[in-house]
């Protein structure tokens, strides 16, 4: 892709998604009432799910880009792992920020060691080690090299991490959506909440291809750098 | 597949025997536990009823911290003199290298943790006795997931500027899913609870940690140290 026509492709989709989104919180805020028992605060919902499915398709996606850095060794597959690593790890944050201010309303407290919390928290903890380690490697290569292991270790951990802490503790509300056998949520209150991942699919798309195209100037920089030093 | 685990015992004797000329890495290693271990006294009553209740997690802490400065340096004392490069381009391959690397530190993880443990039945006053054999297979278990994280991280940072801080950031994390296992069974065990249908599920979770990451640590072991 050509940088005009990426970033005819990034106004696009920001179009796209600003309209998406408008649209979704004027449904959520205007439109649909309050919950029988929780009133008002249960709207975090349409921010929450859809982080937590954006944040968990990023780490997946980057398992395969890393899987396909270390198949192939070109460096752009490791630029687009590290871009989609750090946006999955900002909806992470979303995830926890707004988990725990549902908490605090619905259960007293900003946390409870629950399943799912701690699952997202030993979650975030491993992408977060991730990008220090990026930062932490000067060298292109080894820091693809070593990061796309680092990558595919913590997938298998989370994997392991979300099972086990299921034994070990439930608090979390149960599902409630349809596509888990949940079924627990009225199928207008639903809805918004697939508009609201495919509105956030379409940020979190707008802000890997910026951050990539952030990694390929300074990778360019570098070059230059390098061969101005060398004459 | 013979000369392979030639190769394995090799390096891990080699690793050893080094350890046993100079004991630095145990003795260092166990007094860091020794230190922890009388921290924990002013951290809680250590003469309540309670301290059952979180023994197996204390202890638990105690290994992993101790454990993280005997894997800190598993590979790192190889930079010295290039030994890392000879290693790499040894007629092994390097699979067997870091298997080498990981007994000799599981066999040295445990002596520490065998002097921690009754250092800690001794100023603690826990009773594990009758769980004598249990508590030995969880030991020898979540060692091992420790072992082999804490090994194959060594080797991924041993050319990084912060090696010593980036790996605590990274193995912890990834460790949580066995040591939590780890601590539960334990803390059963101290309490007089036997391996029963209700905690066996943590023991499969500690096998199955530490078959997937064995099989892991051995496929991309050569990607991480030779590229």
């Known amino acids: 892709m050509t940088s005009s026509t990426r970033d005819r492709f990034i106004y696009t989709l920001a179009v796209i998604c600003a309209a998406l989104l408008v649209w979704d919180f004027y449904k959520i805020f205007m439109v649909l009432p309050d919950e029988a028992n929780q009133g008002a605060i249960y709207r975090i919902v349409y921010v929450h799910v859809p982080s937590i499915f954006t944040g968990f398709t990023g780490f997946f996606v980057a398992l395969v880009a890393s899987g396909m850095y270390l ?12 871009a989609v690593t750090e946006v999955a790890l900002a909806f992470a944050t979303i995830v926890l920020a707004t988990g725990m201010i549902w908490g605090r309303i619905a259960w007293g407290v900003w946390w409870a060691w629950d399943a799912r919390l701690t699952t997202m928290l030993v979650c975030w903890l491993i992408y977060w080690g991730y990008v220090m380690l990026r930062r932490a490697i000067e060298e292109p290569t080894q ?11 913590g997938c298998a951990d989370i994997l392991i991490v979300w099972k086990s802490i ?14 888990r056998d949940g079924g627990g949520m009225a199928p207008g209150m639903e809805a918004p909440i697939y508009w609201n991942w495919l509105a956030m699919m379409c940020l979190a798309t707008i802000f890997v291809l910026v951050r990539m195209r952030q990694e390929e100037t300074s990778r360019e920089i570098d070059s230059l750098r390098r061969l101005a030093h060398s004459y | 597949m013979g000369a392979f685990w030639n190769g394995v015992w090799t390096i891990a004797q080699k690793d050893l025997r080094s350890e046993l000329r100079t004991k630095e890495a145990f003795n260092a290693s166990f007094s860091f536990s020794l230190v922890i271990l009388v921290l924990f006294s002013f951290a809680f009553d250590p003469t309540s009823e309670e301290l059952h209740a979180i023994a197996g997690g204390l202890l638990w802490i105690v290994f992993s911290f101790a454990g993280a400065l005997i ?44 002097a921690a443990l009754a250092v800690f039945a001794i100023l603690y006053d826990t ?16 060692t091992w997931g420790m072992t082999i994280i804490g ?12 090696r010593e801080m980036m790996l605590p950031t990274l193995v912890y994390p990834l460790l949580i899913p066995a040591l939590m296992a780890a601590m539960t069974l334990t803390t059963d065990l101290m309490g007089g609870t036997p391996l029963g249908p209700g905690n066996t599920i943590w023991l499969r979770v500690l096998a199955g940690f530490d078959l997937i990451y064995s099989v892991l640590a051995v496929v991309f072991i050569d990607i991480v140290l030779v590229g």
Not at chain 2, 151 to 162: G, H, K, Q
């Open chain 1, 71 to 82: 198949g192939t060794k070109n460096l752009k597959y490791d630029a687009f792992a590290a």
């Open chain 1, 143 to 153: 820091r693809a090299r070593l990061s796309a292991v680092v990558s595919i270790f």
């Open chain 1, 166 to 179: 299921e034994w070990w503790r439930t608090q979390h509300p149960a599902p409630v959506l349809s596509m």
């Open chain 2, 71 to 114: 894997l800190n340096r598993s590979f790192a004392r190889e930079l010295q003199n290039d030994c890392l490069d000879a290693l790499v381009s040894a007629p092994i391959s390097t699979a067997a290298l870091f298997l080498g690397k990981t007994l000799a530190n599981y066999f040295l993880l445990l002596l520490v943790e065998g």
């Open chain 2, 127 to 142: 009773h594990f006795s009758k769980q004598f054999w249990p508590v030995v297979l969880v030991v020898v278990l979540g």
């Open chain 2, 151 to 162: 090994t194959m991280f060594s080797a991924l940072t041993v050319n990084l500027r912060m």
